[in-house]
């Protein structure tokens, strides 16, 4: 690691002060271009600690830059994961506040929830589909704190990934009731489809970006608990939204989600 701990509690105050007050700040990488993963990941983990702290629960993880459109979107190559706070979840057809976000976008996503625990390394996605209970659609709300979307992959990282806000909903499956390679998606904003999909654009697999999770939390000590709700990252490029949109996210023989920006 190249930053000290307090170093390291100051951008995560920072950055989070950030998200409490949907205000936007440059990319940290410009202050601390030296900083390596294991720093951007201890900022993630310091901003978690401060929210558990604070009475917050940490209810699910999240897999992010997972497709090439969303990679090339970004301009980045690797994927990059998170966690998911108990005040980012919105009902199923709920309203979520503009005003409590920066800039904020959707993502279409598999949601899996996991039924025993998964551990790398060596994670595989034979291993998650064993251990997955159900999957079923989810949309993610990312909100970049940083100015205009522009940041790089350590920056996002420390910045819990862009995560603000999710809703899942529709009809949950078993794992061998549908092929996650297949499954079409189509997302809608306002009534009219905007991004179409289907599960493959996710690392060949949604599994698969379950499996770099579990490797990712195995090489520090860690796995992905029995009951755990993950999104498994965004199968089209971000849609940006505004106050009086809403949106729905259509999953073949998965039913629906969807919620309303107010
Ligand atoms: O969930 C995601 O794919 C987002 C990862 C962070 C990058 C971004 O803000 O687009
Ligand atoms: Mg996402």
């Not at 819990?160 to 529709?170: I, K, L, P, W």
């Not at 949950?172 to 009731?177: D, I, L, Q, T, Y």
């Not at 729905?248 to 309303?260: A, P």
Request: glycine share 10%; proline share 4%.
């Amino acid at each position: 690691m190249k930053l000290d701990a307090t170093t390291i509690a100051a951008l995560a105050e920072h950055l989070e002060s950030c998200e409490l007050q949907a205000r936007d700040t440059t990319k940290i990488t410009d202050a601390y271009p030296d900083m390596d993963w294991d720093d951007a990941y201890a900022i993630q983990f310091e901003i978690q600690r401060r929210k558990i702290a604070r009475g917050h629960r940490i209810i699910g993880l999240k897999a992010g830059l997972t497709s090439h459109a969303k990679m090339k979107q970004m301009g980045v190559t690797t994927p990059v994961f998170g966690f998911l706070a108990d005040n980012y979840a919105v009902p199923d057809g709920g309203e979520c506040r503009i005003s409590e976000l920066i800039h904020p976008k959707i993502e279409p996503e598999i949601t899996f929830v996991t039924k025993a625990a998964l551990k790398g390394p060596g994670c595989h996605i034979g291993a998650v589909l064993a251990a997955t209970d159900f999957v079923l659609p989810g949309i993610e709300v990312i909100d970049s704190r940083y100015r205009d979307f522009k940041f790089d992959l350590k920056s996002v990282v420390a910045d819990n990934t862009s995560a603000a806000r999710f809703v899942v909903g529709g009809r949950p499956r078993a794992v061998s009731e549908v092929d996650l390679r297949t499954v079409g998606i189509v997302l809608e904003k306002n009534g009219e489809p905007v991004a179409f999909g289907a599960g493959a654009a996710v690392l060949g697999h949604p599994a698969a970006a379950i499996a770099m999770l579990a490797n990712h939390l195995g090489a520090r000590g860690e796995e992905i608990p029995a009951g755990t709700l993950i999104l498994s990252g965004g199968i089209t490029e971000a849609v940006s939204v505004k106050a009086g949109d809403a949106v729905t996210l259509r999953v073949q023989g998965m039913g629906s989600t969807g919620l309303r920006f107010v």
